[in-house]
């Protein structure tokens, strides 16, 4: 996004013993998981997001990848973009704690019959929580499987009733320079807003996501509530969100302001469409050496494919 040089993932990357060690751990608690899953039990995990707040008992989400191991979370919570933070990949991990979560109230207003503030303790009540195991793709060409915990977008519409105007929704993080410092400077056009068509929203594997690892959220993953849809880049998935607004019009966001011929609206997973400045074909998994194919919406095609019916992908990207 903001880097010049070379996406790939840097030689630290390149996995470690420890992490290997991890990794098997994590395989083995898996298979526990995904017996345990159809009975509704949540699955023991060694590796947590070390906030220290673990978010209790978990369902397991069917829409889960089962298939394909977790990333450590030793990896997803140290290498990631929150540009309010900071540039560099650790920047996140190094600053974020100076984001003060609670209190925390979400804003939704725009096209909806009344407009209304949720505290985050009140969100956190909308709906069982479910651990979502998701494949997320970078548009810089890393990757990662994360375990979310989360709940369906979809429950939000059962608390605000849009208006028969709403077609986009629009997710808007906080911009406090108090808390990020990053946000005094200009490099993009705070506050971070990304925006996704009402239907994508409303699909079942978008989620509200309060936590991850089976713990609250840690900070610079963006604590207490971010977007995640797992077809699209991992930019579409705003962190820290303060006010929901729906919209009639397709909105501009901070990407497409900042760069419009690199970052189209619809930010799909396309191998296809290369990124102007290198291939979008294929991708590194975080603490993996090898690369791997990137696939069309990041594998989630016979999900989420229909909502593009008669789209060009290519002119729409
Ligand atoms: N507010 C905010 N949200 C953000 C970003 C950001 O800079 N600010 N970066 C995005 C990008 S580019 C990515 S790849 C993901 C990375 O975070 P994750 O690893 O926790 O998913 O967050 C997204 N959400
Ligand atoms: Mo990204």
Known sequence: MLIRQSPSVSASEITTPSVYAARRDFIRNMAVGIGAAGLGIAPAREIRAETGNSLGHLTVSPFSTRDEAPTPFKLVGSYGNFYEFGPDKD???????????????VTVDGEVKTAKTFAIEDILKWAPLEERIYRMRCVEGWSAVVPWVGFPFSELLKRVEPTGN?????????????????????????P???????????????ILAVGMYGEVMPKQNGAPLRLVVPWKYGFKGAKSIVRIRFVEKQPATVWTKSSPEEYGFYSNVNPDVPHKRWSQSSERRLGEFFKRKTLPFNGYAEQVADLYAGMDLRINF
């Open 166 to 190: 709403a077609r986009f929704v629009e997710f808007w993080s906080l911009a406090d320079p108090e808390q990020m410092p990053y946000v005094r400077f200009p490099f993009l056009d705070w």
């Open 192 to 206: 971070y807003v990304e925006a996704v068509r009402l239907d994508e929203a409303r699909h079942p594997l978008s």
């Open 91 to 105: 920047s996140p991990e190094k600053n974020a704690h100076r984001l003060r979560t609670s209190p925390w109230s």
